[in-house]
């Protein structure tokens, strides 16, 4: 679904709280805070993709607050992953900071409060992505918060490059049609944030983050063995059954629900996309579920509808 927003039309007096409203339906909850009280503007256009949001926002001078009370614990979470045009951003959280200049994207949590602004007229790309879709291809998303990436160059360019394609023909494309594209567009994004050297040389990148690195390899060259489980990974890995779940500790996942969540993530995708002329039986053992009827109760509990509701147009 493609909607555009605009306060061209609208009396000055109301453009701003128009704009919240915008930005509170496009997003999620937040306060916002104009440096300019006189002759705001603001225009942004979205497109849904479920599970996916893509949106492109111009406006004035901006601080965007998601404050506690805005945070539903039992609500969807997302990670925004943004990408300025014309002037710096710049995002808090926890007492920790960035600032992301044209020509760099960064990543945002949606879970905590933070602030989000930008002290000049801005355009920026903002794509909305499921804080469990990203985290079943990017286990510890948080260790990457607070870097700016180059889109210039390397993986990083081609994650953007990849982008733009996908903006430049969504108008064209149904939901089935993108949907595939943009969980690709996602693999890009985990190989560019993953190969950056701050993150690899960072000081959590010691013999525990090898061992992190070396499970999750595993884990997604093996997910389809439908007997793959930590036992398993930890005797591949040279570690203890004990180790491989104190690097989990913490953390969103287990070591078994994280192997499940993948499963039905991939399973999801494939079930979505059309013309796979697959069976759901099939898409169920590809994934490494050996039990229809457990994969059915699986994926029902995990996205409230049934594979073969899923399937379904709008599934």
Known sequence: MHLCHHTTLLPVPERQDYWREVIGSTYFDMDLRFTERQGFYGQLWNWDVAPFGISFLSSSPTQYQRLRQHINPHGDNHFLITIPERQEVHFSQER???????????????????EFEYQNDNSLWVLRVPDSLL??????????????????????????????????QVAYLDDRQTEPLLRQLIELFALAVEGDQRAIASEDSGLCQVHQQR??????????????????????????????HKLFQGEEFSVSQWIREIRLQGAV???????????????????????????????????????????????
């Open 135 to 168: 985290r079943a291809r990017l286990r510890l998303p948080e260790r990457h918060l607070f870097s700016e990436f180059d889109r210039s160059q390397g993986l990083g360019a081609v994650f953007f490059d990849f982008f733009r394609s996908i903006t430049h």
């Open 215 to 244: 499970v999750e390899q595993y884990i997604r060259e093996h997910i389809r063995d439908s007997n793959l489980n930590p036992e398993q990974v930890a005797a591949a890995c040279g570690i203890s059954t004990r180790y491989l």
């Open 96 to 114: 920790r900071s960035v600032r992301c200049r044209p020509g760099s994207f960064i990543l945002e949590r949606s879970d905590k409060p933070y």
């Open 269 to 315: 995708a494939d079930i979505r996309r059309s013309g796979t002329g697959r069976t759901l039986a099939d898409i169920a053992y590809k994934w490494g579920f050996s039990d229809q009827a457990h994969f059915c109760r699986s994926f029902k509990s995990r996205f409230g509808i049934t594979p073969k509701e899923a399937r379904q147009p709008g599934g």
